[in-house]
């Protein structure tokens, strides 16, 4: 009963994975030969994936207001070799309008020889799905991966960047509509869980 169980959670991680993540990232990623796990050297050809989850606290702050709140999502990367990967998040956010991230980034983890620590650096791009958007975001960041077990890691996890939405305000006595652009400041500390796929 246990293997059955633990199949299809990993059939319904594989789908969401394959449901968000970007066709053109999965075609160049089967295409390079030489690709290697999270922690360790180049190792022949094939697709190594790591699968989890983050949670956390996201704070928005434009105009005059800051609201902070709580945020929780799937993730999914593909790593290749020398250290680099590509991945998607989708995030669900707690704020006003429950803004809905779709981030998709580029990451280079940094090897410390002996270490089972994984630090990172990444950079990408990023939709918000929330009322009126969907708005364009930037986003930079990096942390750590914490190996807890085989496979298994735990994040700690810093993001920041702009987003930029557009706002359209009506004039009664003119009857014309205006639209202008304003951006939103970013930042997202979350930790979660990171399983590499054997």
Known sequence: MKKETHSSLLQTYLFLTLLFFPPYVISNAQSVSNLS????????????????????????SGGSSTSAGFQIGPMAEVLFGQGMAVGTELNINSQGGTPIEWADYFKY????????????????????????????????????????????????DLQIGPVFYSEQTYDYYTGRSTSKTNT??????????????P
Do not use: C, H, Q
């Not at 796990?37 to 928005?60: E, Q």
């Open 37 to 60: 796990s999270l922690g360790s050297a180049p190792a022949g050809s094939g697709v190594d994936w790591l699968i989890g989850g983050r949670i956390g606290m996201s704070i928005a």
């Open 109 to 156: 983890y940094f090897n410390i020889p002996s270490s089972t620590v994984k630090p990172y650096a990444n950079g990408g791009f990023s939709l918000w799905f929330v009322s009126g958007g969907p708005y364009f975001g930037i986003r930079i960041g990096g942390g750590a991966n914490f190996k807890v077990a085989n496979n298994v890691y735990i994040p700690a």
């Open 184 to 197: 939103v400041f970013y930042v997202a500390i979350t930790t979660g869980i990171r399983y590499e796929l």
